[in-house]
């Protein structure tokens, strides 16, 4: 089965995937297969190519009635539209200082009106709404159908979803949610309620455990739970269920339960999980894999017959449900089962040697969890998290609790408030110090260091990770040996992580990594630099400007006042900013505002273009600054005419020459590519985290020997283009990004350039 399993999950991945160099290595290995199986006479293999083949076949099918639906075809031109779409679940983003509120949610279009002519649909969609409106949208009632005018837009590649649907003002109720929808947004409305008088972080935290529900928590806790390794806990997944279960099973056994009844009550743990988490896409994968773990932590088997049913349940997904081949989450929940499954009690027989039974069972279950999913949660945070084991090992015994606790909570709450709201508070204690776990974890100056993601870097850990399962049983059963790994690896958390190398001792231009957003640093002298743009937050240009060595900001430049370029602002409050540079524009008018309150008396300047400051090494001259139409349209959230009134900077450092656009679209791209020498550079910040909204005659007019791509992994905005990468890349420029590479920095050397990526 395993063999079986891995052949439909791969063959469906590759089909769907719509890259042809994926489908090609997929029929190969088909027809390797396929020989293999009439050379040895092996009905595993043949059964593994017959189900390869059903499952290409099949997921074939759908991707090209996807290509040719009309939705997709409206979403290919970007059509404006009237739809009918039911809602499913969602998050609010609230408003910021430097971003308006935003709306996301999973849903599926019924009817489409456009251009004069209506389709009926039955497509997966994602619903985005920003503005004021996101709050209306928000307050639907789960499985709700509306009517609403949209723009349709393709997905990102890899998203289960076929179109994704943009909302361009309040939504018009069609038809009310029916009584399994009621049901399921009546118990996480009673969650919600039961957590209202807890700490800000337990209050979210405790819904995202149980449900998956995760918009309460904030950007800041969410981060620190990339860092820590933490992640995996606040989404609806197999690995949450089967810690769920594991509690269950030890209460089920302290209470005298034995046998089969194990197994009954186990089910019925998944029966209402599933119940609880219907207007969840995830909940069919977090179901498989819970029922793998009631087979794994009910009786008999083995890993053996673990690893088989494991194989069944995921064949059945694959099958049932061929967009979660290219869910990560998926991923997750596989890796964290089978961990558990393999190692679990391997790692808990060898613990208890010298720990109580009760305390090496807590210990082992997020242990053999954080090892097998170790390669997958490298991939999505770029970075290793030293920290990941402890935290996970420190915030395991919390996990079952507060999510038991917490569905108890659920579940009483629509007939029993004060009750519901006692055990919401035995949850949110428990859930209270999981974030303290993350929240001294990230603290501490080793907590995580750069990776570069590839097959390469992919591979290592992977194999890393399997010597380190292999071996961990023989270290964890020597109290001495234990204690050395917990001391050898506290060292490690107690430095701060260096990057060979990086920063380079000559650097005079910077690109920080600032996730999905802009930050540039500019050196003036020792300690000193110009900054032009901040990224969406401070937490990670402080990081940045640590590693550089920066100390004193005379200058800072934001070429406009999106939250990606100006979110970040409050960093630089205590690094002595002496003056503030900004076009006329001033809007949104929150961000305009946030910054007078994070650097207070600071002389603002607010330029038109031709100023130039000489500052130590570096010369700093703002070549234009467009002018914005009075009215700025921003009810879609593009804003492009903000970000095309985006200030033109060029900056003359140590002989290094730079070109910064800000998020410059198309037309004015364009009308830069007429200024000639005044936009020749050495280097060129590509405008809008290449955005596929560019002008190649631009970035011919630039000439760059470098082009630096800002931009966060795995973004929303399908950043960078190819056509964009193709065409900077066609100048004969080094590209070199920072979600690939993280911060970067360019330092002149004899006949060239320096360029030294931090990963």
């Not at 389709?119 to 499985?143: F, I, K, Q, Y």
């Not at 240009?541 to 990606?564: E, F, K, N, S, Y």
Request: hydrophobic letters at 55%; glycine letters at 10%.
């Amino acid at each position: 089965m395993p063999l079986i399993a891995v052949v439909a999950w791969g063959v469906t991945a590759a089909v769907r995937s719509q890259m042809p160099a994926a489908t090609v290595v997929a029929v190969v290995l088909l027809g390797a297969l396929a020989g293999v199986a009439w050379w040895r006479r092996s009905a595993v293999a043949l059964a593994a190519v017959c189900l390869g083949c059903l499952c290409a076949l099949s997921s074939g099918v759908q991707v090209a009635a996807s290509t040719g639906d009309a939705a997709r075809a409206l979403a290919r031109e970007g059509a404006s539209a009237t739809v009918e779409v039911d809602v499913g679940a969602g998050r609010l983003w609230e408003a910021t200082a430097t971003r308006p509120a935003w709306w996301r949610a999973s849903g599926t279009l019924r009817s489409i009106q456009a251009r004069g002519r209506a389709w009926s649909s039955g497509a997966e969609a994602t619903v985005m709404v920003s503005g004021d409106a996101a709050r209306a949208w928000a307050a639907l009632p789960l499985g709700s159908r509306v009517q609403a005018s949209v723009r349709l837009q393709e997905p990102d590649p890899g998203e289960a979803s076929w179109v994704v649907v943009a909302g361009r003002g309040a939504p018009t109720h069609v038809e009310a949610p029916g009584l399994p929808w009621n049901v399921v947004g009546a118990l996480r409305a009673g969650l919600r309620a039961a957590c209202a008088g807890l700490p800000d972080e337990a209050r979210g935290l405790v819904p995202a455990l149980v449900v998956g529900d995760t918009s309460g928590i904030s950007d800041d806790l969410r981060e620190r739970f990339v860092t820590t390794g933490l992640t995996h806990l606040t989404a609806v997944s197999g690995a949450n269920l089967t810690l769920m279960l594991g509690f269950l099973r030890w209460m089920a056994v302290w209470l005298g339960v034995r046998g089969r009844w194990i197994a009954v009550v186990l089910t019925a743990g998944v029966a209402g999980f599933v119940l609880l988490c219907l207007g969840e896409p995830s909940v069919l994968r977090a179901a498989a894999m819970g029922l793998v773990g009631v087979a794994a932590l009910g009786h008999g088997g083995g890993p053996r017959e673990g690893l088989r049913r494991l194989a069944v349940a995921v064949t059945a997904v694959v099958l049932l449900a061929p967009a979660m081949a290219l869910s990560v989450g998926f991923a997750l929940s596989v890796l964290a089962t089978g961990g558990l499954l393999l190692w679990a009690r391997p790692f808990s027989e060898a613990l208890g040697y010298w720990l109580p039974r009760w305390l090496a069972e807590a210990l082992a279950i997020p242990l053999a969890a954080q090892v097998a999913t170790e390669p997958v949660v490298i991939a999505l945070a770029g970075q290793v998290s030293v920290v990941a084991v402890l935290a996970n090992l420190a915030a395991g015994p919390f996990v079952a609790p507060a999510t038991v606790l917490g569905l108890a909570a659920t579940l009483v709450a629509p007939v029993l408030m004060p009750l519901a709201q006692g055990l919401a508070w035995l949850a949110g204690w428990c859930a209270w110090a999981i974030a303290q776990v993350a929240r001294w974890g990230e603290a501490l100056p080793g907590a995580a260091t750069p990776l570069p993601v590839h097959v390469g870097t992919q591979a290592v850990v992977a194999v890393a990770c399997l010597l380190a399962a292999v071996a961990l049983p023989a270290v964890l059963r020597r109290p001495l040996a234990a204690v050395a790994l917990a001391g050898i690896v506290a060292l490690a958390l107690i430095r701060p992580p260096v990057t060979p190398g990086w920063p380079d001792a000559e650097w005079r231009l910077a690109s920080c990594d600032v996730g999905q957003g802009d930050a540039t640093v500019v050196r003036a002298g020792p300690k000193q630099a110009v900054v032009i743009d901040t990224g969406p937050e401070p937490r990670l240009l402080t990081r940045c400007l640590d590693q550089l060595g920066v100390a004193t900001v005379p200058l800072l430049i934001l070429t406009h006042l999106h939250a990606d370029h100006a979110g970040g602002i409050a960093a630089l409050s205590s690094r002595g900013v002496s003056m503030v540079v900004t076009s006329s524009v001033r809007t949104p008018a929150a961000a305009d505002r946030s910054i007078a309150a994070a650097l207070p008396g600071v002389p603002r300047v607010f330029a038109g273009g031709g100023e130039a400051w000489a500052l130590g090494e570096a010369t700093v001259t703002i070549v234009t600054a467009p002018q914005a139409p009075v009215e700025i349209a921003v009810s879609d959230g593009e804003s492009s005419a903000e970000n095309n009134a985006s200030l033109l900077i060029r900056v003359l450092v140590g002989g290094v020459s730079l070109i910064v656009a800000g998020d410059a679209e198309q037309q004015t791209q364009a009308s830069h590519a007429g200024l000639g020498e005044a936009v020749d550079a050495d280097v060129l910040l590509v405008p809008h985290h290449g955005s596929s909204r560019h002008a190649a005659a631009f970035f011919d007019a630039v000439s760059p020997a470098v082009a630096l791509i800002s931009v966060g992994a795995r973004n929303d905005y399908g950043h960078p283009a190819a056509s964009t990468v193709r065409d900077v890349a066609g100048t004969g420029a080094r590209v070199i990004r920072t979600d690939e590479h993280g911060s970067i920095t360019v330092a002149p050397a004899p006949g060239g350039l320096v360029v030294t990526p931090q990963r």
